[in-house]
């Protein structure tokens, strides 16, 4: 059973700043088979990215998904103010059928 | 418009039965599988349960198996979360979420705004 951990758990940035979310798999994921999601509170979660790198529609291009395997990144090039928002990774490969990391929430420093 | 809009939370008591509903709009809602992920207050999200385009395949997180029921009415555009012997650990925001593919589950690319249900005695 594949287990996703997130790191840090909280991270203090400046807009402007580079941010980097790690999503960590307890076993290696077959077919890149990772989303990440972007949530503001009182709101829906957003898909950023599928299949480790792909953006989701709209989504600007400084958000950029990597890593395979058991090491995932999502990196955000320059923050913005609208940013700021708790961020979880998800693993839809199989077993078990869909599970989340606990996220990470990106606060402002 | 493309979107879903979840209803039907409320506050009930332990062992009770609760029916969550979720409308599409702006999309052809018979093409989709279909999922529930919940949200407990101030945690992270949890996969509830799918169901597939054709609503042949229903799969539950163990949490749920047994209690819970998804089902669709493609009629009506509507998704269904029937929720029986309710827990206090079953309080949480039910969002209903779009699965871009027919295949295995997937990634969510639509979510609802959620609906809170709160089991409380």
């Known amino acids: 059973e594949v287990v996703l951990t997130q790191s840090p758990g909280t991270l203090s940035l400046s807009p402007g700043e580079r941010a980097t979310l790690s999503c960590r798999a307890s076993q290696s994921v077959a077919g890149s088979y990772l989303a990440w999601y972007q949530q503001k509170p009182g709101q829906a979660p957003r898909l950023l990215i599928y299949g480790a790198s792909s953006r989701a529609t709209g989504i600007p291009d400084r958000f950029r998904g990597s890593g395979s395997g058991t090491d995932f990144t999502l990196t955000i090039s320059r923050l913005e103010p609208e940013d700021f928002a708790v961020y979880y990774c998800?693993?839809?490969?199989?077993?078990?059928?869909?599970?989340f990391g606990q996220g990470t929430r990106l606060e402002i420093k | 418009q493309v979107q879903l809009v979840e209803s039907g939370g409320g506050v009930v008591q332990p062992g009770t039965s609760l029916r969550l509903s979720c409308e599409a709009s702006g999309f052809t809602f018979s093409s989709y599988p279909l999922h529930w992920v919940r949200q407990a207050p101030g945690q992270g999200l949890e996969w509830v349960a799918v169901i597939s385009f054709d609503g042949n395949i229903k799969i539950y997180s163990d949490s749920v198996k047994g209690r819970f029921t998804i089902s669709r009415d493609d009629f009506k555009n509507t998704l269904f979360l029937q929720m029986n012997s309710l827990k206090s650990e079953d309080t949480a925001v039910y969002y209903c979420?779009?699965?871009?593919?027919?295949?295995?589950?997937?990634?969510?690319?639509?979510w609802g705004r959620g609906t809170l249900v709160s089991v409380s005695s």
């Open positions: 998800q693993y839809y490969g199989g077993s078990p059928l869909i599970t």
């Open positions: 979420a779009r699965d871009p593919f027919r295949g295995a589950p997937d990634y969510f690319d639509l």
